[in-house]
């Protein structure tokens, strides 16, 4: 079994930073790839961030030169650094790892339970 607790979350104002957080536990051998997704009111959930094994990073067109996403490989935890943000980016952030339990075999796909961001003044 394998779970995703997300903290950092809440209510900022236009031009602020936050930090969301997401840490894995369980039965990991390794996380193949690790993604921050976000979802507003009435819109599809979509991919914000995305680090993989290695540190090769890409970002939404939308987030880029905004947010940064990191890795911790010791902890098992990725980041989500967002700075300058806008009252478009409320929505609930979604960590979504990709986790190989064993040395050998497939990866499965975990989520975390969604933290709240709210940009507004």
């Known amino acids: 079994q394998v779970q995703l607790v997300e903290s950092g979350g809440g209510l900022e104002q236009p031009g602020g930073s936050l930090r969301l957080s997401c840490a894995a536990s369980g039965t990991i051998f390794s996380i193949v790839d690790m993604r921050w997704y976000r979802q507003a009111p009435g819109e599809q959930r979509e991919l914000v961030a995305r680090i993989t094994e290695v540190g090769s990073s890409n970002y939404a067109d939308s987030v880029e030169g905004r947010f940064t996403i990191s890795r911790d490989n010791a902890k098992n935890t990725v980041y989500l650094q967002m700075n300058s943000l806008k009252p478009e980016d409320t929505a609930v952030y979604y960590c979504?790892?990709?986790?190989?339990?064993?040395?050998?075999?497939?990866?499965?796909?975990?989520w975390g339970q969604g933290t709240q961001v709210t940009v507004s003044s």
């Open positions: 979504n790892d990709h986790i190989r339990t064993q040395r050998t075999g497939p990866t499965f796909s975990y």
